[in-house]
């Protein structure tokens, strides 16, 4: 790999406060009370932008999800808030966490608004449900914006999933209520987006030093390393796959480095190394990295800039970057 060094003054010169707080924590690895740190993270908590997403996350659950991969969803913005360096304390928050918390399915997962569509068993209405491939997504939401995975509704919650695990990874599964549900994939396939997804929550947990993240993670690897002989649940590994998008909400090369990178098993692995070096190399000759594609409801925020360095892109690929000892 090209003897790169992360771009750290040129995110915080340039860089959005978000992106100034991914660099100095995640890159530089400066301690919650950092004065630089601190300044950034109350620069997020007044930038307009952010306020806007604040203002949509107080409607939750919102609108129904009718697609795994709607980038406007507010399943998606939680995590974003949390990385962006907001908590659950704060105060257009906590009221969306205590609502989550309060609503959780019968099963223990957290729940989503969903449409229940009459081809996948349910009665064309929007309930609060959940489906493995967004409840994980929500846990991740409260773990990451710092609620403590001891909390009782939290703990269940982990423990569901956990359960939910194979002997391959995480399937295709549903609450009670869709049936006999399974997406398009043989049976004792993993789902590639479930897994990831799952992984993401479990990294936070406990459960990270499970058997069945152990497991999860060689899904996905030899995903990666299969991936001229099939696609699984539809997910292929190609062109779209492999270019750098943000923030994180589908399958992408950049979304899978940074959850199996914090695994210590994924980062010893080689297809891990291979993975993150083809990420490595697109960055330009300064460190930097550009939208190789982007979500149309994220477009007036710098990581949706398909023609111009981001940030904000590069500080997270440069976390990665740290994680993996590049």
Same mark, same amino acid.
């Given at each position: 790999? !090209? ?27 400066? $301690?919650? #009370? ?50 962006? &360096?907001?908590?659950?304390? +704060? ?12 609503? $959780?399915?019968?099963? /223990?997962?957290?729940?989503?608004? %969903?449409?229940?569509? =009459?081809?996948?068993?349910? !009665? ?7 489906? %493995?491939? *967004? ?75 499970? *058997? ?7 899904? %996905? ?21 492999? =270019? ?10 950049? +979304?899978?480095? !940074? ?9 010893? !692995? ?16 300064? &460190?930097?990295?550009?939208? /190789? ?8 925020? #710098? ?5 111009? $360095?981001?940030?904000? %892109? ?13």
């Amino acid at each position: 790999m !090209d003897n790169l060094s992360p771009p750290v003054e040129w995110i915080r010169s340039e860089g959005e406060p978000w992106a100034r707080v991914i660099a100095l924590r995640d890159v530089l690895g400066r $301690p919650p #009370d950092d004065p630089d740190l601190q300044a950034a993270r109350a620069a997020v908590a007044a930038h307009p932008l952010v306020k806007g997403l604040l203002d949509e996350a107080g409607a939750w659950p919102g609108a129904a999800l009718k697609n795994h991969n709607d980038a406007k969803h507010l399943i998606h913005k939680l995590p974003v808030l949390a990385e962006f &360096g907001l908590s659950h304390t +704060h105060p257009q928050l906590a009221p969306v966490v205590e609502s989550i918390l309060n609503n $959780p399915s019968a099963e /223990g997962a957290f729940q989503t608004m %969903l449409h229940l569509s =009459k081809r996948f068993g349910g !009665d064309d209405a929007d309930r609060l449900s959940w489906m %493995l491939c *967004d409840a994980p997504t929500v846990l991740y939401g409260l773990l990451s914006l710092g609620v403590p995975a001891h909390t009782p509704a939290v703990a269940r919650a982990i423990d569901h999933l956990l359960g939910l695990a194979q002997d391959y990874g995480w399937p295709c599964v549903a609450a009670p209520e869709f049936g006999a549900f399974r997406g398009p994939g043989r049976k004792d396939d993993p789902c590639p987006y479930a897994t990831l997804v799952s992984l993401r929550a479990l990294s936070l947990t406990p459960g990270a030093e499970s *058997d069945a993240v152990r497991t999860g993670i060689g899904a %996905l690897l030899r995903h990666w390393e299969t991936q001229k002989e099939r696609k699984i649940y539809l997910f292929g590994i190609g062109t779209d796959f492999r =270019k750098p998008k943000y923030p994180f909400i589908w399958y992408d090369i950049l +979304h899978v480095a !940074d959850v199996l990178s914090r695994f210590p098993a994924a980062r010893a !692995d080689v297809r891990l190394h291979a993975m993150v070096g083809e990420l490595h190399a697109q960055a330009d000759a300064q &460190g930097r990295f550009t939208a /190789g594609s982007m979500y149309r409801a994220w477009k007036e925020w #710098d990581f949706a800039d398909k023609k111009a $360095p981001s940030p904000t %892109l590069t500080a997270v690929a440069w976390r990665v970057f740290k994680r993996m000892e590049i």
